[in-house]
């Protein structure tokens, strides 16, 4: 299939929600909003016990924001709203009752490794690295940084920023604990996903919602701040250098 498309697919307890795009996994606007309502969709299905969060293809997990769209952002507001895309799909994370299990096949970059630390538990396979190149186009990772401090720390955060032309290893991934563990194929990975989602479907869903709240203790402002941090990355989204940045690509 070549259309982007998010879809959600429920059984034995256990919605697995799938994300695409065409240019490598990349987030426009219309595909970031049905990725929220497949989240809250299935948040609130009563059928739904645990939800698995994965995208198709091979090798890239997601290539973050859409430059096509970025380059198109012609104003203020319109960037503000594009960066809230992402804004919502982390905060419809945050506050899903359900724990949610990232599948990540492949490279993430940008708003994809937001992606990845907006999970509450991430297992990837040896070819999961990870880059944050947000400041190479005059940008930076403002909405997504909190989601990824809470999972691998300021100096993890910090690294991945400044240092932002390099992938860094799914190894270092792990040991910073945005990984819970490597596997050397999809394969042996998609075993381990369905394994711990049918385990966790087995529990007491009162317990892991109750879990779920108390592993997101502390980021009751997160509203308000990932709307700050969108206004913001509208704004540099506009600036010279990042639109001469996007032109030349």
Same mark, same amino acid.
């Given at each position: ?24 996994? +990349?987030?426009? +606007? ?127 955060? +910090? ?91």
């Amino acid at each position: 299939m070549t259309q982007p498309y998010v879809k959600t697919l429920k059984a034995n307890g256990i919605a697995t929600i799938t994300f695409f795009h065409p240019a490598h996994n +990349s987030m426009p +606007s219309t595909v970031l909003a049905d990725l929220e309502s497949a989240i809250h969709n299935s948040g609130e299905d009563d059928d739904v016990k645990v939800i698995i969060l994965q995208s198709g293809g091979e090798r890239t997990f997601c290539a973050g924001a859409s430059f096509d769209e970025l380059k198109s952002i012609e104003d203020n507001v319109e960037g503000k709203e594009f960066f809230m895309g992402f804004a919502r799909v982390i905060l419809a994370m945050r506050s899903c009752p359900k724990i949610i299990i990232g599948r990540i096949q492949g490279k993430a970059v940008g708003g994809g490794v937001g992606l990845a630390a907006a999970t509450d538990y991430c297992y990837a396979t040896k070819y999961a690295s990870i880059k944050l190149s947000e400041l190479t186009i005059g940008i930076g990772p403002f909405v997504i940084a909190p989601a990824v401090e809470r999972k691998i720390g300021l100096n993890g955060l +910090s690294n991945l920023t400044l240092n932002a032309t390099e992938f860094y290893s799914p190894e270092w991934a792990k040991e910073k604990g945005l990984y819970a563990a490597l596997f050397e194929t999809s394969i042996l990975m998609d075993e381990a996903v369905q394994a711990l989602a049918v385990k966790l479907a087995s529990y007491n869903p009162e317990a892991v919602t109750a879990m779920k709240k108390a592993l997101w203790e502390g980021t009751d402002h997160w509203p308000s701040l990932l709307e700050e941090r969108a206004e913001m990355s509208g704004t540099l989204v506009l600036s010279k250098f990042t639109k001469d940045t996007l032109g030349a690509l």
